[in-house]
């Protein structure tokens, strides 16, 4: 399998790849552990948000013209409350922390590189950009979830391995409806940071 091409854009640079990208989030997150019962409708406007804001990064990755993989950023100050309000309340300054959407790859092109790959696009730019620090959030599940695969393997080393820390403090939920439920419920996430400082001193 041909390694896939990355190539980044942002803001209304994305419009073509909407499409695509909606089906890739609703495809890849409806696996343990999000189940994330896919909605056209929210991704269209969860989307929107991004393609407006020209401060958002997409770091995509195509197979010919196919998108098989992407990740997302933009600064924290144009999140949503719920993903702001934890580091308000714990004293952060928001305009300090660029925000991970998400990455998002077809399980047949995992494990060549490409996660480290969208981390590596994310980091460069929130750290030309002046950003102290850089942060995502991660669904966090019982440990006997009757769905939990058999031989899952978090990305928690993964994770830890660039140099991530998860920060219990740091902590919210959001809403969205899981497989076999006819209603949303609201599920617990924490955050994981990295300073800038740390990334550059690591790659140094």
Same mark, same amino acid.
């Given at each position: ?82 993903? =702001?309000? @934890?580091?308000? $309340? ?5 305009? *300090? %922390?660029?925000?991970?959407? #998400? ?62 820390? =998860?920060? @219990?403090?740091? $902590? ?5 409806? *899981? %497989?076999?439920?006819?209603? #949303? ?20």
């Amino acid at each position: 399998m041909p390694q896939p091409r990355l190539t980044t854009c942002q803001g209304a640079e994305i419009t073509p790849y909407l499409e695509g990208l909606a089906d890739l989030r609703i495809r890849v997150f409806r696996d343990y552990p999000y189940l994330y019962d896919g909605d056209p409708a929210y991704e269209a406007e969860y989307l929107k948000r991004y393609a407006e804001n020209p401060r958002s990064l997409f770091v995509l990755a195509l197979d010919g013209e196919r998108l098989v993989g992407a990740s997302t950023a933009q600064p924290l100050s144009d999140e949503v409350e719920e993903f =702001r309000a @934890p580091f308000e $309340a714990q004293g952060y300054r928001v305009a *300090d %922390v660029f925000y991970y959407g #998400e990455s998002v790859l077809l399980p047949e092109y995992r494990g060549h590189g490409l996660g480290h790959a969208f981390m590596d696009a994310r980091e460069q730019h929130a750290e030309a950009a002046g950003y102290a620090w850089v942060a995502f959030c991660a669904v966090e599940r019982p440990a006997d979830h009757p769905l939990k695969p058999a031989d899952y393997r978090p990305l928690h080393d993964f994770w830890q391995g660039r140099g991530y820390q =998860r920060h @219990p403090e740091l $902590a919210t939920s959001f809403a969205w409806k *899981d %497989v076999g439920h006819t209603e #949303e419920t609201d599920k617990p996430m924490v955050f994981w940071l990295n300073r800038i400082d740390n990334i550059r001193e690591a790659s140094a």
